[in-house]
């Protein structure tokens, strides 16, 4: 038998890569979540994540933990719920960020409707600036979005690098102003994005703006320009640009996410989604095998 306390401890270092960030989820010591790791890979006899002093990675038998580890807990869940008699009800306001038009979220919510038919879950979907002022104004219950660099409210789903892409075929002339991909204000990458040219000094222009991300992502296709996007949710078709083409660096992005101040029956159901989110986050940024760059084959 699994532990489900360690489980939950090995699904947030495989999904923030990080111990210590891990830690901070949980609210526990650093050394909590080290020997939780230890004696789950004891219990399991097999190492589940390769570290060093600069990186944490799953190894291949800790791959596979992840199916096991999210269908544990949420056997778990589903069995607590019906002896306890529990159901949620309600409606719950939930937002999500543009990042993940394309990701496996779909699934994470449809699980989420299955298991509690009674939640009348509403989703918007808007640029992270949009749906953090929303959450601040009470029009929503539960954010998942970017987190803007330096603050600290929010819990960590993972964290992330945030770098340029563009068409495979895309060549940047270093004498001309950078043509830009960008979402409108508010959004947080669009930010970041300006604020690191700027700092560089590197002229550029706006090639396209749109809330849009598949409007975003098909101008890069199209070759119209590069965009700042995170490297764990590139879409096909995209690669990083080549670090030869000179552009500055973007840093790294936090993913969260906050509850609102509402405190009655959407309350449990936040609680509840915030709990299938965290339990399959990994299922959201799991790197696409990308094709080399023509420059870097």
């Given at each position: 038998?699994?532990?489900?306390?360690?489980?939950?401890?090995?699904?947030?270092?495989?999904?923030?890569?990080?111990?210590?960030?891990?830690?901070?989820?949980?609210?526990?010591?650093?050394?909590?979540?080290?020997?939780?790791?230890?004696?789950?890979?004891?219990?399991?006899?097999?190492?589940?994540?390769?570290?060093?002093?600069?990186?944490?990675?799953?190894?291949?038998?800790?791959?596979?933990?992840?199916?096991?580890?999210?269908?544990?807990?949420?056997?778990?869940?589903?069995?607590?719920?019906?002896?306890?008699?529990?159901?949620?009800?309600?409606?719950?306001?939930?937002?999500?960020?543009?990042?993940?038009?394309?990701?496996?979220?779909?699934?994470?919510?449809?699980?989420?409707?299955?298991?509690?038919?009674?939640?009348?879950?509403?989703?918007?979907?808007?640029?992270?600036?949009?749906?953090?002022?929303?959450?601040?104004?009470?029009?929503?219950?539960?954010?998942?979005?970017?987190?803007?660099?330096?603050?600290?409210?929010?819990?960590?789903?993972?964290?992330?690098?945030?770098?340029?892409?563009?068409?495979?075929?895309?060549?940047?002339?270093?004498?001309?102003?950078?043509?830009?991909?960008?979402?409108?204000?508010?959004?947080?990458?669009?930010?970041?994005?300006?604020?690191?040219?700027?700092?560089?000094?590197?002229?550029?222009?706006?090639?396209?703006?749109?809330?849009?991300?598949?409007?975003?992502?098909?101008?890069?296709?199209?070759?119209?320009?590069?965009?700042?996007?995170?490297?764990?949710?590139?879409?096909?078709?995209?690669?990083?640009?080549?670090?030869?083409?000179?552009?500055?660096?973007?840093?790294?992005?936090?993913?969260?996410?906050?509850h609102g101040r509402r405190r009655d029956t959407a309350q449990d159901a936040?609680?509840?989604?915030?709990?299938?989110?965290?339990?399959?986050?990994?299922?959201?940024?799991?790197?696409?095998?990308?094709?080399?760059?023509?420059?870097?084959?």
């Amino acid at each position: 038998m699994y532990d489900p306390v360690q489980l939950r401890t090995f699904l947030a270092v495989a999904q923030t890569l990080s111990f210590t960030q891990a830690a901070r989820r949980l609210g526990v010591r650093q050394s909590t979540v080290s020997q939780h790791v230890r004696r789950l890979e004891s219990e399991a006899g097999r190492q589940l994540f390769s570290r060093d002093t600069h990186r944490v990675d799953l190894t291949e038998d800790g791959e596979a933990m992840l199916g096991f580890a999210r269908t544990i807990l949420q056997a778990n869940e589903r069995a607590t719920a019906f002896f306890t008699g529990t159901r949620l009800r309600g409606r719950l306001r939930f937002g999500a960020s543009e990042d993940f038009v394309l990701t496996r979220l779909p699934e994470i919510l449809e699980s989420f409707r299955r298991e509690h038919p009674e939640v009348e879950l509403e989703l918007t979907v808007e640029l992270s600036g949009a749906l953090h002022r929303q959450l601040a104004a009470g029009r929503l219950d539960l954010v998942l979005a970017k987190r803007r660099a330096g603050d600290t409210h929010g819990e960590l789903v993972w964290q992330d690098t945030l770098t340029w892409i563009g068409a495979p075929q895309l060549r940047i002339d270093p004498d001309r102003p950078l043509p830009l991909i960008a979402f409108p204000p508010p959004g947080i990458t669009r930010a970041r994005a300006l604020e690191v040219l700027e700092e560089h000094g590197r002229a550029f222009r706006f090639a396209c703006t749109s809330a849009s991300l598949s409007a975003l992502v098909a101008a890069a296709r199209a070759g119209l320009g590069v965009m700042a996007h995170t490297r764990g949710l590139i879409p096909p078709g995209l690669v990083p640009v080549p670090s030869r083409a000179g552009l500055p660096d973007l840093g790294d992005v936090d993913f969260v996410l906050l509850h609102g101040r509402r405190r009655d029956t959407a309350q449990d159901a936040a609680d509840a989604l915030a709990a299938a989110i965290l339990a399959g986050g990994d299922r959201l940024h799991r790197a696409p095998v990308l094709p080399p760059h023509p420059d870097q084959a």
